[in-house]
């Protein structure tokens, strides 16, 4: 069975501040793993989806990476701002029929 | 990328009223949708599996004649909770698998009076 840990659970930094989020699985036979962003009250926005034969993938400001031999990835964004505050999401697909598995979140507070 | 909608996006209802939520792929079939809850301060969870043109399957602890699952098309499930009541008011979202990746819609948050 399929478990995802995200630590922290919530982070607080000054704008401007670099900062990593980490995600764990447990079971690294996946075929990949996708990081959302959820505003309150709002749906889940899709940030970068790495395939299991991939590294790491990058969109602006964020660049996830993926070591599935460790069962980790991690978030990284540069120059953080107040918009980037949310609750950021990691989902590990295990495929085939099998559901995706999310972590617990970590949510962001990027101080102005 | 391929798309997966949901409507409606938000909802509210009176306590003992049915609400019929969808979930559509927009621009491939999907013959597996997946409809996932969230828990407050929890992660999200897989309701059921929606499988097209058979019955869903449904995790264990879910109420199936409480949800409601039809896959009537390749490209559109629906999920209705029925006689909902407040402990029913969650965030819900689906997703639709093409090939290796799962996508998923933007969920729909259900508020019960």
């Known amino acids: 069975k399929q478990e995802v840990t995200q630590i922290p659970a919530a982070l607080s930094v000054p704008e401007g501040e670099n900062l990593v989020l980490n995600c764990s699985f447990t079971?690294?036979?996946?075929?990949?793993l996708q990081w959302f962003r959820q505003d309150p009250g709002k749906g889940l926005t899709s940030l970068l989806l790495i395939q299991s034969s991939q590294r790491e993938q990058t969109s602006g400001r964020l660049n996830a990476s993926l070591d599935k031999s460790s069962g980790r990835s991690t978030l990284y964004i540069a120059a953080s701002q107040p918009g980037d505050s949310a609750t950021y999401l990691c989902?590990?697909?295990?495929?085939?029929?099998?559901?995706?598995?999310f972590g617990t979140g970590t949510k962001l507070q990027v101080i102005p | 990328g391929a798309v997966v909608s949901q409507h409606p996006s938000r909802v509210i209802c009176k306590s003992g009223t049915s609400v019929k939520i969808e979930c559509r792929s927009l621009d491939f079939q999907a013959t597996t949708m997946f409809w996932y809850r969230q828990f407050p301060k929890k992660s999200l969870m897989l309701m059921a599996t929606s499988n097209e043109g058979s019955k869903a399957t449904y995790e264990q602890g879910v109420e199936k004649d409480k949800f409601l699952i039809n896959h009537a098309s390749l490209t559109l499930s629906t999920l209705t909770v029925t006689s909902a009541h407040p402990e029913d008011s969650s965030f819900y979202i689906c997703s639709a698998r093409r090939g290796d990746t799962q996508y998923f819609g933007p969920g729909t948050r259900l508020t019960v009076l």
């Open positions: 989902a590990v697909d295990s495929g085939g029929y099998q559901k995706v598995t």
């Open positions: 079971d690294s036979a996946i075929y990949n």
